[in-house]
C-alpha cells in the first residue's frame, strides 16, 4: 500500500494548547508523523510518496470562502494587532448573542471561525493545511486509478473541521474534500467510516442533508467526550440525507468485543450502501494509552479490525486523524494497514 507524505505538514509547529485549564505543548505534534514515518520505511508496506499541489478549489467544494480567507491571513492579522502569544480563540457568539455578523477585529473573527478554543494558529497552519489535504486528495486519486489502497498521512488532522469552522486541531476536513473530489470525478457514492476516538462532527455538518456520501462515526459519547454537542445516535441526516449518517456513541472504558459489535454494524451498513469508495478516517486515539481519551484497544486490536476492514471489499483510502500516543502511534497505525493488506 502506497504512502502520501509531505513534509510540509511540519510547517504546522504550534507552541501551546489549553488543556485542563493550563497551556500545554499541543498533543497534536510534528513527532506523530516522524514517528509514523519510521515504522511504515521499517515496514514491507511500500512507497512512500509526496502530492501534488491541487490549489484552493478542492477545499472551497466544502468549506466557505471567507472561512478559508481567515485561515489564509488569521496569522498576520493577529501579528498587526499587537497581539502577543498564538491567535486563539477565546469568545464566541454564544446562545445568548448573534451570530450573524462576523466581527472585523481579529479576536473576534476567530471566535466566529472557531468552534473550540484548544487550538492555536500558527505561522505555518495554513501551508500546512493546504499540505494535508493535497495528501489526502494524492492518495483518493492514486486509489481510483489504480484500484489499490492507499494510505494518506494527513497532518493537521481534519474531520472536527466544519464548513466554516475550524476546532480539535483540525482546518481543512481531509475526508470531506477527498469525498467531494471523488463525487466530482464522476463517482455516485462514497462512504466515511470514522473511527477516531472523538466524533467527526466536521465531517457530518458537511454532508448531513446529503444521500451521496454515507457518514459513519465510532467514538466516545459526546455526553462523555470532545466535542460534546454533537455526535449522538439521534442525528441521522435530514433532508435526502435521512439515513445517510449514522452515529456509535460508546462509553468511556468501551473496549475491543464492544468496539468491534459497533464496527461490525458500521460495516453491515456501508455494504447495504454499495459505495464506490470507502475513506476510513484513522484516528488511533481509540488505543488505551492515548492520553486524552478514554477507550481501550490494545496495539493487536488494529490489526484485527484492519482485516476485517478489508472484507468490504471495496477500493479504500486511509486518512490520518488522530492519536495522540506518540511513541506508539507508529506501531498502530502501520497494524491497520497491514492488517487491511493481510
Ligand atoms: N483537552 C482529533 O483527534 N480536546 N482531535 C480534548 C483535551 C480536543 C482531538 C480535551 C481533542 C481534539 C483529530
Ligand atoms: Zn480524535
Known amino acids: 500500500m502506497l504512502t502520501f507524505h509531505s513534509p510540509d505538514t511540519q ?29 511504515l520505511r521499517a515496514s514491507s508496506l511500500g512507497e512512500i510518496r509526496a502530492p501534488h499541489a491541487y490549489g484552493l478549489d478542492p477545499v472551497l467544494a466544502v468549506h466557505d470562502r471567507g472561512y478559508i ?8 492579522a493577529w501579528q498587526s494587532a499587537g497581539l502577543p502569544g498564538e491567535p486563539t480563540p477565546s469568545v464566541w457568539p454564544s446562545r445568548c448573542m448573534r ?12 471566535g466566529y471561525y ?19 489535504k493535497d495528501i ?4 483518493t486519486d492514486h486509489v481510483l486509478d489504480n484500484a489499490t489502497p492507499a494510505f494518506g498521512l494527513c497532518r493537521p488532522p481534519g474531520h472536527h473541521a466544519a464548513s466554516d469552522q475550524f476546532g480539535g486541531y483540525c482546518f481543512f476536513n481531509n475526508a470531506a474534500i477527498a469525498a467531494q473530489h471523488a463525487l466530482d470525478r464522476g463517482l455516485s457514492r462514497v462512504a466515511i467510516l470514522d473511527v477516531d476516538y472523538h466524533h467527526g462532527n466536521g465531517t457530518q455538518q458537511i454532508f448531513y442533508d446529503r444521500d451521496d456520501v454515507l457518514f459513519l462515526s465510532l467514538h466516545g459519547d459526546p455526553l462523555e467526550a470532545f466535542p460534546y454537542f ?20 460508546l462509553p468511556t472504558g468501551t473496549d475491543y468485543p464492544r468496539w468491534c459489535q459497533a464496527l461490525e454494524q ?11 469508495l470507502l475513506i476510513v478516517s484513522l484516528g488511533v486515539d481509540t488505543y488505551e494509552h492515548d492520553p486524552i481519551s478514554a477507550f481501550k484497544l490494545a496495539s493487536d486490536d488494529f490489526g484485527d479490525y484492519g482485516r476485517r476492514l478489508a472484507q468490504l471489499g471495496l477500493p479504500t483510502v486511509f486518512l490520518l486523524e488522530g492519536g495522540y500516543a506518540v511513541e506508539e502511534i507508529g506501531r498502530n497505525v502501520v497494524k491497520v494497514l497491514h492488517g487491511f493488506e493481510s
Open 230 to 249: 454533537l455526535g449522538h445516535a439521534d442525528e441521522t441526516g435530514s433532508g435526502s440525507g435521512a439515513g445517510y449518517n449514522v452515529n456509535y456513541p
Open 69 to 76: 480567507d481567515f485561515l489564509a491571513g488569521c496569522w498576520d
Open 114 to 132: 472557531a468552534l473550540a478554543a484548544e487550538t492555536a494558529i500558527c505561522a505555518g497552519t495554513f501551508a500546512a493545511a493546504q499540505a494535508s
Open 11 to 39: 510547517l504546522r509547529q504550534p507552541v501551546s494548547e489549553l488543556h485542563g485549564g493550563e497551556m500545554v505543548s499541543p498533543f497534536e505534534c510534528p513527532a506523530r508523523v516522524e514517528i509514523i514515518l519510521r515504522h
Open 99 to 110: 451570530g450573524d455578523r462576523i466581527p472585523e477585529h481579529i479576536d473576534g473573527k476567530l
Open 266 to 276: 458500521a460495516m453491515q451498513r456501508i455494504g447495504d450502501y454499495r459505495p464506490e
Open 136 to 139: 489526502a486528495l494524492a492518495a
